[in-house]
């Protein structure tokens, strides 16, 4: 295999969940349409400079639905801008405030990330929902095992999957007693066992698209090392419409690390996916600064191609072979590249990287042409 193309292999097949599909703004969520991947901006919302900033740097990484927090009307107030500026569907965050969720409908959020439990009497639902309706906002329902209501944890003692999911049904009850479908929802918990149950669980009770998150993951190591244990083990099992890998990190490595998880399934493709061995004392070139700066340098091609970085002859034709590009360290600093898994030439040590980048970029251009050309047919 040397490119990116989905794999007809049966063994590598993970069969979705059926769910029903709502609409972002613009981007499908649910249904066949391609799991999405979130991130949340950390700057004060009220600040929209800031906030927009940040945006452009997830949709750099290729973030497809960003959510804000809207905790006060400074930042109600600043959404409308924030909405114009981002190329990406807004989701304004909203805990307890009905106001402020009637707010960011008004200023184009595409979705409300609120509960409908939680915000008072059902009059107050219920101007929620419309102004949710009237400006073609979608909702998502957000149970989190840290702030399960009160009633459902003297019920079940602690949380636990049948309280998330019942959490979960309580606030679809409401939404669908006023009419209204265009929701998702989420059971997050930072135990992944509590988390994968739930989700589990809340598939084979509802058809509504589901948003994946193990909800205080931690820092970017351990965080995403829970997070693909976790929503890994979902998407794998076929379960999750849209992701958001919360990490102590910058928004931008949540959408990386998104990404990554989505590859690593085959679940999307974007960008060069690298596969580069450890380094060990066969290696002809530091294999592991290579693949640093190679990472860096490489960030923006967005179209799928593979490229393989192996530090000597043990496993670099074999990976070579299956990858658009490939690199095998060789003695005195001269190294084999490999174009679509045929040895062509050899570099130097000292040219390595750059003639890498230009190769990627040529094969990512390239790619490119060839889909123009077969859009343009059709
Ligand atoms: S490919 Fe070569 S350099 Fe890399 S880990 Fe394997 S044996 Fe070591």
Not at 66 to 71: A, E
Not at 320 to 349: F, N, P, Q, W
Request: with cysteine.
């Amino acid at each position: 295999m040397t490119s990116e193309n989905p794999s007809l292999r049966p063994w590598r097949d993970i069969e979705r969940r059926q769910s029903r599909q709502i609409m972002v703004g613009d981007v499908p969520v649910g249904g066949d349409a391609p799991i999405t991947v979130q991130t949340m901006t950390n700057t004060p919302t009220s600040d929209a400079g800031a906030t927009i900033d940040q945006i452009r740097r997830c949709e750099d990484a290729g973030v497809d639905i960003i959510r804000v927090s809207c905790p006060d009307v400074e930042s109600t107030s600043a959404l409308k801008q924030i909405v114009r500026a981002s190329r990406v569907p807004i989701v304004a965050d909203i805990h307890f405030h009905y106001k402020r969720g009637i707010e960011a409908a008004e200023a184009g959020a595409a979705c409300l990330r609120i509960n409908p439990g939680n915000i008072g009497s059902s009059a107050r639902v219920k101007e929620v929902v419309d102004a949710a309706k009237s400006n073609g906002c979608a909702i998502r329902i957000g149970v989190n095992a840290g702030s399960l209501e009160k009633d459902l944890l003297e019920k079940y003692g602690e949380p636990c999957p049948e309280a998330l999911v019942e959490s979960a049904l309580d606030h679809i009850k409401i939404l669908q007693d006023h009419d209204f479908h265009e929701f998702k929802v989420a059971v997050k918990a930072s135990d992944v066992f509590l988390a994968v149950a739930a989700y589990s669980q809340l598939a084979d009770a509802v058809d509504c698209p589901l948003h994946l998150g193990i909800t205080e993951a931690g820092g970017l190591i351990g965080g995403t090392v829970k997070s693909s244990i976790g929503m890994g083990n979902l998407l794998w099992a076929g379960i999750g419409d849209t992701i958001r890998v919360s990490l102590s990190a910058e928004p931008e490595e949540e959408v990386r690390v998104g990404y990554e998880m989505l590859k690593a399934l085959g679940l999307r493709t974007r960008g060069v996916r690298v596969v580069s061995c450890p380094s060990c004392a066969r290696q002809g070139f530091d294999v592991i600064r290579t693949v640093q700066t190679l990472e860096e340098r490489l960030q923006h091609i967005r179209t799928p191609l593979s490229l393989s970085v192996l530090g000597c002859v043990v496993n670099g034709p074999g990976e070579a072979r299956e990858t658009d590009i490939g690199i095998t360290g060789g003695g005195k600093g001269k190294h084999m590249v490999y174009l679509s898994g045929v040895t062509d030439h050899h570099v130097e040590d000292g040219d390595m990287v750059d003639h890498i980048v230009k190769l990627v970029e040529a094969k990512a251009a390239e790619i490119e042409a060839a889909e123009d050309q077969v859009e343009a047919a059709e």
